[in-house]
């Protein structure tokens, strides 16, 4: 089956923007995670998604949310865009027995 | 922060098996040893996973101490392709419930060489 992925692959934004990142989990599969992916700090986990409510937050300023539809895809919204925002923001899904599996990522970029 | 402990590098020849370490001393009996790898900008993924009993599959082999608190991941023949950053993660359970969050420490850069 297809796996997970994530849109858009690369971004551009200025300060203070805002963005909106889409990721499509593998069919069947009703949890979504969001990380972070910095040079500096790693991967960090920034929440999850289950059945469209959030199960699990991480530690992140309030200016990143997120949400889940029906259909369990989600998205993740970062308001007032800093300079530090700069990552690869990775999606990954899984089943209530599974592993999780991610996807390719979105690369944002804040200038 | 991180429950596991890896060496930041770690170099093997190309066709011979790399062997990595994990260090995870506080693991509780419920926790899951799961080992991960992300080729340069991409995402993570999955190798392979043990509670208790050493595992396999077609990518690795997965051996976990008797006394769980270290593990070793092997890659039987290395690959160019196998160069990575391999993250070692334990978590609770597998299976209805558990949740999707991971805590990733720094990984092992491991460099596969001709």
């Known amino acids: 089956k297809a796996g997970v992925t994530q849109t858009p692959r690369y971004l551009i934004k200025t300060r203070g923007q805002q963005v909106t990142l889409s990721c499509s989990p593998i069919s069947g599969h009703r949890s979504v995670s969001w990380y972070q992916q910095t040079p500096g700090q790693g991967l960090q986990f920034l929440f999850e998604?289950?059945?469209?409510?959030?199960?699990n937050k991480g530690n992140f300023p309030g200016r990143f949310s997120g949400r889940q539809f029906s259909n369990s895809r989600s998205e993740m919204n970062v308001s007032t865009l800093e300079l530090g925002d700069s990552a690869l923001y990775l999606c990954?899904?899984?089943?209530?027995?599974?592993?999780?599996?991610f996807g390719p990522g979105t690369r944002l970029t804040v200038l | 922060d991180a429950k596991t402990t890896q060496p930041p590098s770690m170099d093997c020849a190309e066709g011979r098996a790399a062997n990595l370490p994990c260090n995870h001393s506080?693991?509780?009996?419920?926790?899951?040893v799961y080992w991960y790898r992300q080729i340069h900008s991409q995402g993570p993924q999955y190798i392979i996973h043990g509670l208790k009993n050493n595992e396999t599959n077609e990518m690795a082999s997965l051996i976990i101490t008797e006394d769980r608190k270290s593990s070793t991941l092997i890659l039987p023949h290395a690959t160019l392709r196998d160069t990575a950053v391999y993250y070692c993660?334990?978590?609770?359970?597998?299976?209805?419930?558990?949740?999707?969050?991971?805590?990733f420490g720094q990984g092992t850069t491991l460099q596969v060489k001709p």
């Open positions: 506080t693991i509780s009996g419920n926790e899951y």
């Open positions: 993660i334990v978590r609770v359970g597998h299976g209805s419930g558990n949740t999707g969050k991971l805590i």
């Open positions: 998604y289950f059945s469209e409510t959030q199960r």
């Open positions: 990954a899904s899984k089943s209530d027995v599974d592993t999780q599996y």
